[in-house]
């Protein structure tokens, strides 16, 4: 298989079929060994009628594919078109927008990250923190909203998108200006876009981590930073977010061991967003906390790791009626 060949063409499951398709797309298969092409055409997907779908992974051994130029132009002129037109159409809440976008920002990051779609996935996200920055230049949602549109799942890509919306609200709350409200929710969702070069078995692993694990898991803003430096098309904001959302404002954090202002402000946003979602999300080693238990854990156990005034801030924005 020549290496080109195997970048263009990403592994489905019978769940991939599950989304709203509104075109189809051609489904592949392995050629054996010794085949001209390493990938051939088997089948159509027709969105209309999927009912040949089920026999087909009823199959044992067939493993089939989707190239992934098609599932690009899928997300580029169907979902998104159709997404930025409504958005630029309508006269719509801060709520609204994000309940909009929130459901195709995961499933681009969800597909960048489990079936490791190449780095161009990333620009689909584009201008999607323009919209969510605009959104909310008049005022925040209610935190009681927001809480309901974040899923609380343990996944990768919702807890990217959850951590961009709560960044992006403690920084409206701060009153940041529209580019930097801009800047701070494309930071947050892809702070822990590192996490894609660790594998699953060692981030979901249940039960207690080996040393070793923990600290390959460590090293994920180090990867993060070091794609998006990279992909050239990222702020110096959005790269430090990456590289210091885990250190602590007491030094205590990694990976540097930074502290206090020496931790960049959006990075000391970013932090309070992480824990904060990470404490309300679904997780093997513990119980979930409502939104009330995980700033009351933070405000008091975990205090010394944020910076105080915006932990304060985040704070008084959840309370707020
Ligand atoms: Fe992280």
Request: hydrophobic content about 35%; glycine content about 8%.
């Given at each position: 298989m020549t290496d080109s060949e195997a970048t263009e063409f990403k592994q489905i499951t019978?769940?991939?079929?599950?989304?709203?398709?509104k075109e189809g797309f051609d489904i592949f298969y392995k050629a054996p060994t010794?085949?001209?092409?390493q990938f051939i055409k088997f089948a159509e997907f027709d969105p209309q009628d999927d009912s040949r779908l089920d026999s087909l992974f009823e199959r044992e051994n067939v493993d089939f594919y989707i190239n992934e130029s098609d599932l690009y132009k899928y997300y580029q002129f169907n979902i998104l078109k159709h997404l930025l037109l409504e958005l630029a159409e309508e006269n719509l809440s801060a709520w609204e927008v994000f309940r909009m976008v929130y459901p195709v920002a995961t499933r681009i990051l969800q597909d960048y990250l489990e079936i490791s779609?190449?780095?161009?996935?990333?620009?689909?996200?584009?201008?999607i923190p323009e919209v969510l920055a605009e959104s909310v230049e008049q005022e925040n949602p209610p935190f009681f909203e927001l809480f309901t549109i974040t899923r609380k799942e343990n996944s990768i890509h919702t807890h990217c998108v959850n951590v961009g919306l709560y960044c992006l609200c403690l920084a409206r709350e701060l009153g940041m200006d529209l580019k930097s409200r801009e800047e701070i929710v494309r930071g947050g969702m892809l702070a822990?876009?590192?996490?894609?070069?660790?594998p699953e078995e060692v981030l979901f692993k249940k039960g207690e981590l080996s040393e070793q694990e923990r600290q390959f898991i460590r090293q994920h803003p180090a990867f993060g930073k070091k794609k998006l430096n990279e992909l050239k098309r990222y702020s110096g904001t959005v790269l430090r977010m990456a590289a210091e959302h885990h250190e602590n404002f007491d030094g205590?954090?990694?990976?540097?061991k930074i502290s206090g202002k020496s931790i960049s402000d959006a990075a000391r946003i970013c932090k309070i967003a992480d824990v904060f979602n990470a404490l309300t999300c679904r997780r093997s080693y513990r119980e979930v906390m409502s939104a009330k238990q995980a700033l009351m854990y933070m405000n008091k156990?975990?205090?010394?790791?944020?910076d105080p005034d915006l932990l304060t801030t985040f704070i008084l924005y959840a309370v707020r009626q």
């Open positions: 019978r769940s991939f079929f599950e989304r709203e398709w010794g085949e001209d092409k779609a190449s780095d161009t996935f990333l620009e689909l996200l584009d201008e822990d876009i590192g996490k894609k070069f660790i205590t954090g990694y990976p540097a156990d975990l205090k010394a790791h944020f």
